[in-house]
């Protein structure tokens, strides 16, 4: 489907059943023809963890599109209504749980390099769980600009969140630590917090994206 209009809200979604030839192209978002950039903006209450990146690395930027998690949101609303997350892989050029080897696929075909991934917490407030920080820590292992999406519709505070471990702090807990499933991990040694918000983040009006679903 390619919607004509950017602001379109009704997506219609394939099935996409098989890897080879490409999966069967769900949503097409066309870049305007002019753009705006902004930087993604956090809630006042947690600017102690996200004025600046933790360490000394030097973070490249990564621009994502404005209308990326509006739609994303969209595609899971059914999931969302019966309380189940959605996940997806973020693939992007260098200048998208479920199914790996689906998304593996997809961005080996086209030449795409994993920057992150989105997801939902249905009925929870927006926040890393123990969970989602282990599956992060490996994004964020091979690239250092890794971020994590999570989109929040029944948090009133804050409706969505642009995550990534605060390094070396988080990096190092998640590294040592051998547990699984929902636990508590301890502080990390330099006092940092262990996730933090991503200062190097910006929505841009003139990207264009791909949403493949493989549900």
């Not at 390619?2 to 809200?9: F, G, H, I, L, N």
């Not at 394939?14 to 890897?19: A, C, E, F």
């Not at 949503?27 to 102690?48: G, W």
């Amino acid at each position: 489907m390619t919607p004509t209009d950017s602001k379109c809200q009704h997506i219609t979604v394939h099935t996409v059943t098989q890897t080879s030839p490409c999966p069967i192209l769900s949503f097409v978002e066309k870049a305007p023809k002019c753009a705006h950039v902004s930087l993604i903006p956090v809630a006042d209450s947690d600017q102690r963890s996200c004025n600046q990146p933790s360490g000394s690395r030097v973070l490249q930027d990564v621009h994502i599109s404005a209308q990326l998690m509006e739609h994303f949101l969209e595609l899971a609303r059914e999931n969302t209504e019966k309380d189940l997350e959605t996940c997806g892989i973020l693939g992007a050029f260098l200048c998208e749980a479920v199914k790996e080897e689906e998304f593996f696929a997809i961005q080996n075909e086209h030449s795409l390099f994993p920057v992150g991934w989105i997801h939902t917490h249905p009925s929870q407030s927006c926040f890393m769980s123990s969970i989602d920080l282990h599956t992060h820590y490996s994004y964020q292992a091979m690239v250092p600009e890794a971020f994590a999406i999570v989109m929040a519709p029944t948090d009133k505070s804050r409706s969505y969140g642009i995550f990534r471990l605060s390094d070396p702090g988080g990096m190092s807990v998640l590294k040592e630590c051998e547990e699984s499933g929902f636990h508590p991990h301890g502080e990390p040694a330099d006092g940092s917090p262990i996730y933090e918000h991503c200062t190097n983040v910006y929505t841009n009006t003139n990207l264009r994206f791909e949403i493949f679903d493989l549900r």
